[in-house]
Structures are given as C-alpha cells and as structure tokens.
C-alpha cells in the first residue's frame, strides 16, 4: 500500500509554455501532499505544502505565481509549472502524507518517482 | 539553512562489506528518516528514528541516534550490489510540520 503516483515521468517543452504535473496517492486519502525539487547529485529542496482544499504554503523564496499548485481533491495535487525557462528544468517529486498510513503520527511521506523537466 | 549534513559524500564498497553513512543535524528534532533513492527515481523510506530512541533496526539496516552530538547513522550490513543508491537522512524538526533533507551520500556497491 502507500503509493504514490506521478505524470508525466519525463516531460521536454518549449520555453515560455506552461506544464501540469500530477501527483496521486493511489491507495489512500493524501491530506497533505509535498513538492519537492530536486538538480542533480542534490538534495530535495521543498517547494511548497499543500494541504486538500486550502491554498498552499510555500517555501521562501519559491514563485507561486510561477508554481501553481492546486490540491482539489484527497488524491490528487497538480504542480503547474507556468511560462517555463531553462532554469526550470530539474527533476520535481511529490510526496503525500496520511495520518491514517501510520496511526495518526503524521510522520512518514511516501514520494512518487518524480518527473523530470526539460524547458529548451 | 537547517539542512543537515552527511558523511560521506560518497561510499565505494565490495559486496559483502557493510556501509555506514553518517548524518548531522542542527537543532532539537522529533524524529530523524532515512530515505534511499536509485538514480532518477523517487524516495522510498526505508527507517523512522524517533528523539527518544537510541537505535533502531529493521533487516541488514540499523539506525542510531545521538541527540548530545545531533547525529545519527546509518548501517548497512552485507551490502549488495542492489543497495547502490543515494541515501538521505530526512529530520523533523520541532516544531515543524516538513522535513529538511541532507545532501545525501552516494553509495556504489561493486559486485
């Protein structure tokens, strides 16, 4: 059980267009979900929180008119990644939280596989 | 930054050996997780150490905790060339609802 979803795996766009990226807990109610990003050979930066229905919280200095982020619904957080550029590419990982995963402790996130964005 | 660090950067090791790699943290935590990730994947979590235990153990991988020095480490025991990876320690601050990554060390296990 735990899964966590993401789609696309691998997505290479055109700079100045927008991309959604979905993230999905495939077995169970995500009432917080996380996004993450990642360079490479780094460490997870978290971008922002979000919490089902409210607006999300977002890490200092992280765009949230760049980096859309709505979660409508218990399973499913979209990440819209707004007028790309190149410095946008990196690989981005969503991870979900549940209280009811590991008795109400609210500690332990299951990630996705992450997407990796490529804006030419 | 609260970011933690870990010791090694990077880890070369036969098949057979076992591997410890060593994390750093700066203030009083709720818990500290270690994560591992194959080469363009996700996280998957692997250990949960909570500020009140000492070591913890679950297969060939043991956990401990020092909360005097905010470090902890991670064994690996009879390492395979399967568990070449980057491994993160993860901690929860107090008072924090997130966890902050380290900057992970990349295991290489040769067979």
């Known amino acids: 059980g735990a899964v966590v979803s993401q789609h696309p795996s691998r997505v290479i766009c055109k700079s100045g267009t927008s991309v959604k990226i979905e993230c999905r807990s495939l077995d169970f109610q995500a009432t917080t979900m996380f996004w993450y990003r990642q360079f490479p050979k780094q460490s997870l930066m978290l971008m922002a929180t979000s919490n089902e229905g409210s607006k999300a919280t977002y890490e200092q200095g992280v765009e949230k008119d760049k980096f859309l982020i709505n979660h409508a619904s218990l399973t499913l957080s979209t990440l819209t990644v707004t007028s790309a550029h190149p410095e946008d590419s990196s690989f981005y990982i969503c991870?979900?939280?549940?209280?009811?995963?590991?008795?109400?402790?609210?500690?332990?996130?299951?990630f996705g596989p992450g997407t990796r964005l490529l804006v030419l | 930054s609260q970011q933690g660090e870990e010791d090694p950067q990077a880890l070369s090791i036969q098949e057979g050996e076992n591997a410890t790699m060593n994390c750093s943290y700066k203030?009083?935590?709720?818990?500290l997780q270690w994560y591992r990730q194959n080469s363009g994947r996700g996280l998957v979590h692997l250990i949960l150490?909570?500020?009140?235990?000492r070591e913890k153990h679950s297969g060939r991988l043991r956990v401990t905790l020092d909360t005097s020095k905010k470090s902890s480490s991670l064994l690996i025991t009879a390492s395979r060339a399967a568990d070449t990876a980057s491994y993160f320690c993860a901690t929860l601050y107090s008072g924090y609802s997130t966890l902050t990554f380290g900057k992970g060390t990349m295991l290489l296990v040769s067979p």
């Open positions: 150490i909570r500020s009140n235990e």
């Open positions: 991870s979900a939280r549940s209280p009811g995963l590991d008795g109400g402790a609210r500690e332990t996130q299951y």
């Open positions: 203030t009083s935590i709720n818990n």
